[in-house]
């Protein structure tokens, strides 16, 4: 079994920053693409940002030069620094992984618990 444990999440001010993790362990062979993403009271999940194994990255338009994602492949784990923080950032976010497990050729999707990152002032 893989479990991916999350941190980092809380409240803080419009403009202000947060840095989320998410730490992976269990069977792992090795890990494709790590994600975040958040769901927002009454909409549905959405993409917030994506690295491969290899480091490229995409981001949701909405968090373009605000959201770094970035990863330590050594400590299988996957960070989210977020800077210049919205009320419409709210949400829970959610740490996704594309685990490879020993003694298996295909990757499987894992979720986090859930992350809750509040924007209020």
């Known amino acids: 079994q893989v479990q991916l444990v999350e941190s980092g999440g809380g409240l803080v001010q419009p403009g202000g920053s947060l840095r989320l993790s998410c730490a992976a362990s269990g069977s792992i062979f090795s890990i494709n693409t790590m994600s975040w993403y958040r769901q927002a009271p009454g909409k549905q999940r959405e993409l917030v940002a994506a690295i491969t194994s290899g480091g490229s990255t995409n981001y949701a338009d909405s968090v373009k030069g605000r959201f770094t994602i970035s990863r330590d492949n050594a400590k299988n784990a996957v960070y989210l620094q977020m800077s210049s923080l919205k009320p419409e950032d709210t949400a829970i976010y959610y740490c996704?992984?594309?685990?490879?497990?020993?003694?298996?050729?295909?990757?499987?999707?894992?979720w986090g618990q859930g992350t809750q990152v509040t924007v209020s002032s």
């Open positions: 996704n992984a594309k685990v490879i497990q020993h003694g298996s050729w295909a990757p499987r999707d894992y």
